[in-house]
T-cell receptor
Framework: AQSVTQLDSQVPVFEEAPVELRCNYS??????LFWYVQYPNQGLQLLLK??????LVESINGFEAEFNKSQTSFHLRKPSVHISDTAEYFC????????????FGTGTQLKVEL | DTAVSQTPKYLVTQMGNDKSIKCEQN?????MYWYKQDSKKFLKIMFS???????INETVPNRFSPKSPDKAHLNLHINSLELGDSAVYFC???????????????FGSGTRLTVV
């Protein structure tokens, strides 16, 4: 079984500042890793994913995450945040064995302030 | 067109009642899910169906019964509602196998259930 830990429940940051949202996972098998974003009163949307290959993955809106196998981490970063990035961010993991089940972390509320 | 639609969006009901939440997807996906998001935003899978067949059934009280009449629909019926059932319930869909991870899940916008 897999598990995901997001240590920070809330991260306040000023606009145009950099941000890092932390995610650590636990698994006895190879994993796929994901970040999903949830805007207020909406469902979750896939932000980016690591399946294989380059350990640094990027989204179209400037976020990036790096898979670090030795530290079992998949932290999400953005060099300069915008007010519109205010949302809940969920890290998720799935094993590579063919099952469809995603296990989510408890989420990190990113609040961008002026 | 909404890809994954859930109805109702809000549901307020008394303890002991029976209620249903409906979910429909028009993406042609063959796998559908129900997730429960509690007041602390923790998301936990409840059920998953693939082509109308139950494939994931987590530890959920048997008052919760999913029904999938076809692969585009997955409904959730809850009997004898309790205060602890108050949560946001999300429906999601995906393609089976590797497409699940290449494309990710597509979530509905949620049903906020409040039991009073």
């Amino acid at each position: 079984a897999q598990s995901v830990t997001q240590l920070d429940s809330q991260v306040p940051v000023f606009e145009e500042a950099p941000v890092e949202l932390r995610c650590n996972y636990s698994s006895s098998v190879s994993v796929y890793l994901f970040w999903y974003v949830q805007y207020p009163n909406q469902g979750l949307q896939l932000l980016l994913k690591y399946l294989s290959g380059s350990t640094l993955v990027e989204s179209i809106n400037g976020f990036e995450a790096e898979f670090n196998k030795s530290q079992t981490s998949f932290h999400l970063r953005k060099p300069s945040v915008h007010i519109s990035d205010t949302a809940e961010y969920f890290c998720a993991v799935s094993d590579t064995g063919g099952g469809n089940k995603l296990t989510f972390g408890t989420g990190t509320q990113l609040k961008v302030e002026l | 067109d909404t890809a994954v639609s859930q109805t109702p969006k809000y549901l307020v009901t008394q303890m002991g009642n029976d209620k249903s939440i409906k979910c429909e997807q028009n993406l042609g996906h063959d796998t559908m899910y129900w997730y429960k998001q509690d007041s602390k935003k923790f998301l936990k899978i409840m059920f998953s169906y693939n082509n109308k067949e139950l494939i994931i059934n987590e530890t959920v009280p048997n008052r919760f019964s999913p029904k999938s009449p076809d692969k585009a629909h997955l409904n959730l019926h809850i009997n004898s509602l309790e205060l602890g059932d108050s949560a946001v319930y999300f429906c999601a869909s995906s393609q089976q196998g590797d497409r699940t991870f290449l494309d990710g899940y597509t979530f509905g916008s949620g049903t906020r259930l409040t039991v009073v």
